[in-house]
C-alpha cells in the first residue's frame, strides 16, 4: 500500500486552518517572520495536536509586506540566524503544548532560492542540524536543499505540489506566470496520483520528468484550498493510497 505525507502552510493569518487541518498530516506553521505571530503559533500547534497532526516550522525572510515571497540576499551567516531563530521559536512553543517539532519546510523565496543555490541550501540545512538533527528537512524534490540536507545528516521529505505546475527541470512554474497554478481539482488529483503512482510529474510543456513524491504540499491561501484538500484525500483513500506524516 502507498503511503504519502499531506502538508499544508498554516498559521500565516488564513480562517481556512480549522477547515484543512482534519484532511492533512503535517502542518507548516509560519514563525512570525513572514507571516502570522506568536499568538497564531499557539493556536495553530493546539489545533494540529487536537487533529493528530504533525508540526513544523516554516521559516521565510523577514517580509510580511511581500509575504515572505521576494527574493533577499543575505549573507550566509544571517540566512543560519534567521532560521535557527523561527525553529527555535516554534520549537519552544510546541513544547510549551506537550508537542514535539516534527520538520522544518522553509517558506516561500527562501525555499525555492535554497532548491537552486547549494550553498543556501547548506547554510538552511546546518542551522536545522544545530537546532535539532532529529528533525526532518522538507524541500523541492530532486534540488539542492535536499542533497545538502543529506549530506549534512539529516533526514528529509522530497517534496511535491499538488496545485503548481512545474518547469522541465523539475522546479515550479514561477507565480508571476499565468499558468503557475492548478485552479481545477480534477486537474490536481490527476498530477497528484501520477506523481505518486508513476514517479514522473508532467510539465507545462508535455514532458514527463521524474520526480520522488514523499511529502505532498497543498497552500492554504488557494481560492480553493479546502475543496482541495478534501477532494485529494478522499482521491487518496479510494486509491489505497494512506495519508500519513513521515517518521523521523
Not at 516561500?108 to 525555492?112: E, F, S, V
Not at 543529506?150 to 533526514?155: D, E, F, P
Not at 520526480?211 to 497543498?218: D, G, P, Q, S
Not at 489505497?240 to 523521523?248: F, G
Given at each position: 500500500m502507498?503511503?504519502?505525507?499531506?502538508?499544508?502552510?498554516?498559521?500565516?493569518g488564513?480562517?481556512?486552518?480549522?477547515?484543512?487541518?482534519?484532511?492533512?498530516s503535517?502542518?507548516?506553521?509560519?514563525?512570525?517572520?513572514?507571516?502570522?505571530?506568536?499568538?497564531?503559533?499557539?493556536?495553530?500547534?493546539?489545533?494540529?495536536i487536537?487533529?493528530?497532526?504533525a508540526?513544523?516550522?516554516h521559516?521565510?525572510?523577514?517580509?510580511?509586506?511581500?509575504?515572505?515571497?521576494?527574493?533577499?540576499?543575505?549573507?550566509?551567516?544571517?540566512?543560519?540566524?534567521?532560521?535557527?531563530t523561527?525553529?527555535?521559536?516554534?520549537?519552544k512553543?510546541?513544547s510549551?503544548?506537550?508537542?514535539?517539532l516534527?520538520h522544518?519546510?522553509?517558506h516561500?523565496?527562501?525555499?525555492?532560492m535554497?532548491?537552486?543555490?547549494?550553498?543556501?541550501?547548506?547554510?538552511?540545512?546546518k542551522?536545522v542540524?544545530?537546532?535539532?538533527?532529529?528533525?526532518?528537512?522538507?524541500?523541492?524534490?530532486?534540488?539542492?536543499?535536499?542533497h545538502?540536507?543529506?549530506?549534512?545528516?539529516?533526514?528529509?521529505?522530497?517534496?511535491?505540489?499538488?496545485?503548481?505546475?512545474y518547469q522541465?527541470n523539475?522546479?515550479l512554474?514561477?507565480r508571476?506566470q499565468?499558468?503557475?497554478?492548478?485552479?481545477?481539482?480534477?486537474m490536481?488529483?490527476t498530477?497528484?496520483?501520477?506523481?505518486?503512482?508513476?514517479?514522473?510529474v508532467?510539465?507545462?510543456?508535455d514532458?514527463?520528468?521524474p520526480?520522488?513524491?514523499?511529502?505532498?504540499?497543498?497552500h492554504?491561501d488557494g481560492?480553493a484550498?479546502?475543496a482541495?484538500a478534501?477532494?485529494?484525500?478522499?482521491?487518496?483513500?479510494?486509491h489505497?493510497?494512506?495519508?500519513?506524516?513521515?517518521?523521523?
Open positions: 502507498n503511503t504519502i505525507d499531506l502538508n499544508c502552510d498554516m498559521g500565516e488564513f480562517n481556512t486552518d480549522p477547515l484543512i487541518m482534519p484532511f492533512i503535517s502542518a507548516n506553521i509560519a514563525c512570525g517572520f513572514h507571516a502570522g505571530d506568536e499568538s497564531i503559533m499557539h493556536n495553530t500547534v493546539r489545533l494540529a487536537q487533529h493528530n497532526v508540526i513544523g516550522a521559516p521565510g525572510f523577514a517580509d510580511k509586506k511581500n509575504f515572505g515571497r521576494a527574493e533577499i540576499y543575505l549573507p550566509l551567516e544571517e540566512v543560519y540566524e534567521l532560521v535557527r523561527q525553529v527555535l521559536l516554534l520549537q512553543i510546541a510549551g503544548n506537550g508537542a514535539k516534527h522544518v519546510k522553509p516561500g523565496a527562501l525555499y525555492n535554497s532548491a537552486k543555490d547549494p550553498a543556501l541550501a547548506s547554510t538552511i540545512a542551522a542540524f544545530d537546532t535539532d538533527h532529529n528533525l526532518l528537512l522538507y524541500g523541492l524534490s530532486g534540488s539542492h536543499s535536499i545538502e540536507a543529506k549530506k549534512m545528516g539529516l533526514s528529509t521529505a522530497s517534496e511535491v505540489f499538488a496545485d503548481r505546475t522541465n523539475g522546479s512554474t514561477p508571476s499565468q499558468n503557475a497554478f492548478i485552479t481545477h481539482s480534477s490536481s488529483i498530477q497528484v496520483l501520477q506523481m505518486i503512482q508513476q514517479h514522473t508532467t510539465s507545462v510543456d514532458q514527463k520528468i520526480i520522488i513524491a514523499e511529502t505532498l504540499c497543498l492554504g481560492i484550498a479546502v482541495f478534501k477532494s485529494i484525500q478522499q482521491s487518496l483513500q479510494q489505497h493510497i494512506t495519508v500519513q506524516s513521515m517518521q523521523n
